[in-house]
């Protein structure tokens, strides 16, 4: 038994001083990192990789996936996620994801078909991706959205691999809210870079504050906000006491 008992979030690491085998060999390696799990907060894991048209091929698999990227500094738990598009929810995800480390998801019947590239998670019912576009979501069981990108073909800016067998990538996970100024096609020879660090990976800040643009009712208990570029919202409140969550 461990005492006190481990935080959910906190990455440990166990040492073995002196196992051996049979023979006497000593382990090697002798450590490891482990962890629980925590449940992500937003923005903790992003979407960074989509790989909506396969075809024609350059390289990759003749298959559909997304890419997470864990940018927090705990080791989360992605039982509780799952991905969704407007039509279509797939399955709970499992697995851990160490922080800064990537996993590839796709269909369950296609994770075979990328585990040469990295960790893989095949979730049932993946959503189909479209190739103009679509809205991805990465949400919790509770509907709550851990990240969302609304992507386009526009976002390529290369018309030969719009055409198919190229992925989008996000140039900088820290601004997990950049749409087009912050995607491209890939520039990997084999038309992606799932499960590793993305062909374009750089510094691509947004400086530049969100405005809020307008508020309308449309009824008595429904409100359209409107904002110059995609918002993250926690709770909104209101004169006259009404508190918007």
Not at 70 to 81: P, Q, R, T
Not at 119 to 144: M, Q
């Amino acid at each position: 038994n461990i005492s006190p008992n481990l935080d959910s979030s906190t990455i440990y690491t166990i040492q073995l001083i002196t196992p051996t085998d049979c023979s006497g060999n000593g382990l090697n390696p002798n450590s490891t990192t482990f962890g629980i799990g925590a449940s992500p907060s937003p923005f903790d894991l992003v979407i960074t990789e989509i790989f909506a048209d396969p075809d024609p091929t350059v390289g990759l698999p003749l298959f559909e996936y997304i890419e997470l990227f864990n940018k927090s500094n705990k080791i989360i738990d992605l039982s509780g996620l799952k991905v969704a598009d407007p039509l279509s929810t797939s399955g709970f995800l499992s697995g851990k994801l160490l922080p800064n480390e990537y996993i590839i998801v796709c269909s369950s019947t296609n994770v075979g078909q990328f585990t040469p590239y990295g960790k893989v998670v095949g979730p049932t019912s993946f959503p189909s991706l479209n190739n103009s576009s679509d809205t991805l979501k990465l949400i919790k069981a509770s509907g709550e959205i851990i990240h969302q990108v609304n992507y386009s073909d526009t976002w390529y800016q290369d018309a030969a691999k719009k055409d198919g067998g190229w992925s989008l990538e996000m140039i900088d996970p820290n601004n997990p809210c950049g749409e087009e100024s912050n995607w491209r096609a890939s520039t990997k020879w084999f038309g992606g870079t799932p499960g590793t660090q993305n062909s374009i990976f750089g510094s691509n800040p947004d400086n530049v504050a969100p405005q809020l643009i307008s508020a309308f009712a449309l009824n008595d208990s429904t409100i359209q906000i409107t904002f110059n570029e995609n918002t993250f919202l926690g709770t909104l409140s209101i004169n006259n006491g009404i508190t918007i969550n």
